[in-house]
């Protein structure tokens, strides 16, 4: 043996146990060398019966690779082969130039890229499926801290990406959840368990978001936790509606007693009012008469609750007839308009232009937006504002919307200000009856009041009506 001949088969040992596939060719792309990995892809045979290289190739691939032809020192490229068991390997390659006298003789290294290839089509695919869901989708790292929200996330939270990449989830806290509620979760979840349950958070915009939301932590094979999957399902709306039920349901119950009160208490305070009338009318005496007046004018307020509190549930007396709600809310403007805490407010008005026809009592009906209305100039405790009523035809409802800029109401206390002598005001100004009797009347006609706050920007009411039928 030629020492030359020993130091190729030394350098054939070396070349057969690298892990890449490597042909050295001819300019012609014969094939003159190839190692113990090319062989084992493609088989000894393949090679040899194989002109050149890219009889190796994928069929469909060997346009693309003559495209690079001719080759220079250092060119690389993508390529597909297919291996001798007929799977298709993904590899990268470069080629170096061996020069031979005046001949060009080509090294080609390949390294073998399916696996990675396969790992980016499969994280393509669950990037488009956390992408696209509708489902909102956070990440965090170990330490709480946000690295990915997806588009469904920020349509819901109201913030971007960018606003949320890098903070806690806390940002959207409500509020509505005790510290020991929210450390009972983190305990749960950072001991490597999934946490399922239901939280109230809060857009940007400072409105409350219901949420079924399950927490999981991301361990790699080791079992360490890497960060955090938050995949959440916005129940808000169903929230909404299972609120509406209940009210309408609890109405209903404190409507009846209400009402059995009311006549209890209406009859002994008639009788009384009388005698007080009488004695008023048949005493000299001085002190007692200026007593008594107390006494009238205390009546006078426990009577004026006492029909309200009927009203709210007895049959109406009025006769019900085709109303133009625009007209009603009109005339509901004009009489609180005159009040004196109207000064510094701007009222801005957007009635569709039809007439909007329901079936109702118009006197009713224009108690209920005075007590709507007269409640957001409240709202604005005296402050400069503004109040925008709007009306507008829905497919088979008529809408009408009262918006104030004033103090706004916490989500806790959205679904109380319904009930009976709720209130937020000094004795003697509010009765918390307003809303109460509102629903009641605006129910009767099949009809319903919604609405949306946000504490410290202002209220929207919604109240809706079946159009005439
Ligand atoms: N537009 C509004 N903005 C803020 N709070 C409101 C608004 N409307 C109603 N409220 C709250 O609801 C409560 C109940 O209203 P209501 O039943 O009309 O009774 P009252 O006006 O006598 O207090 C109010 O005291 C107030 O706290
Ligand atoms: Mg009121």
Same mark, same amino acid.
């Given at each position: 043996m030629t020492k030359k001949s020993a130091i190729f088969s030394e350098f054939e040992d070396v070349v057969d146990k690298l892990p890449d596939i490597i042909f050295i060719l001819q300019?012609?792309?014969?094939?003159?060398f190839s190692n113990a990995c090319a062989r084992e892809l493609f088989g000894s045979r393949a090679i040899l019966s194989a002109?050149?290289?890219?009889?190796?190739?994928l069929p469909e691939e060997r346009e693309a690779f003559h495209a690079s032809l001719p080759w220079k020192d250092g060119m690389s490229g993508e390529i597909q082969f297919l291996s001798e068991n007929g799977a298709m390997t993904h590899a990268i390659w470069k080629v170096r130039a061996l020069q031979k006298g005046r001949r060009t003789a080509w090294l080609f290294i390949a390294h073998d890229t399916t696996i990675e290839k396969q790992k980016d089509l499969d994280l393509l695919r669950f990037s488009n499926v956390i992408q696209r869901t509708i489902n909102p989708i956070q990440i965090t790292d170990a330490s709480g801290n946000m690295v990915y929200v997806n588009p469904a996330f920020e349509k819901v939270s109201g913030y971007t990406s960018a606003e949320l990449?890098?903070?806690?989830?806390?940002?959207?806290?409500?509020?509505?959840?005790s510290k020991e509620f929210w450390s009972g979760v983190w305990q749960h979840i950072s001991s490597g368990r999934i946490w399922v349950g239901k939280i109230e958070n809060r857009r940007k915009d400072g409105s409350p978001i219901f949420m079924e939301v399950v927490l999981s932590p991301i361990i790699d094979a080791a079992g360490t936790i890497l960060g955090y999957l938050g995949a959440h399902r916005d129940i808000t709306e169903q929230k909404i509606l299972e609120q509406q039920l209940i009210r309408s349901q609890k109405m209903e119950s404190i409507g009846t007693l209400a009402a059995g009160i009311a006549h209890e208490v209406g009859n002994p305070l008639t009788a009384i009012s009388s005698l007080v009338q009488v004695i008023q009318r048949t005493s000299s005496d001085g002190f007692a008469k200026e007593k008594l007046e107390l006494i009238n004018s205390q009546i006078n307020r426990i009577t004026r609750i006492i029909r309200e509190l009927v009203d709210f549930s007895r049959p109406s007396t009025y006769i019900v007839k085709p109303t133009d709600i625009n007209q009603v809310v009109r005339e509901s403007l004009n009489i609180v308009r005159y009040? @004196? @805490?109207?000064?510094?407010i701007s009222f801005e008005l957007l009635f569709a232009d039809e007439p909007l026809e329901i079936t109702a009592v118009p006197d009713q009906i224009v108690q209920v937006f005075i007590n709507i209305l007269m409640n957001a100039v409240d709202s604005l405790e005296g402050r400069t504002g503004g109040i925008l009523v709007s009306s507008r035809k829905k497919e088979q409802t008529v809408e009408v919307t009262i918006r104030d800029t004033g103090k706004g109401i916490e989500s806790s206390e959205l679904e109380k200000?319904?009930?009976?002598?709720?209130?937020?005001?000094e004795v003697g100004r509010g009765t918390g009856l307003g809303l109460w009797v509102s629903y009641g009347i605006v129910k009767s006609f099949r009809g319903d009041i919604f609405v949306e706050s946000i504490p410290d920007r202002g209220s929207t009411f919604t109240v809706s009506f079946p159009v005439k039928g």
């Open positions: 300019e012609d792309l014969t094939v003159l002109n050149n290289l890219s009889g190796l190739l990449i890098g903070r806690n989830p806390r940002i959207l806290n409500s509020g509505r959840h009040g @004196k @805490k109207v000064k510094n200000i319904f009930e009976p002598f709720y209130t937020t005001k």
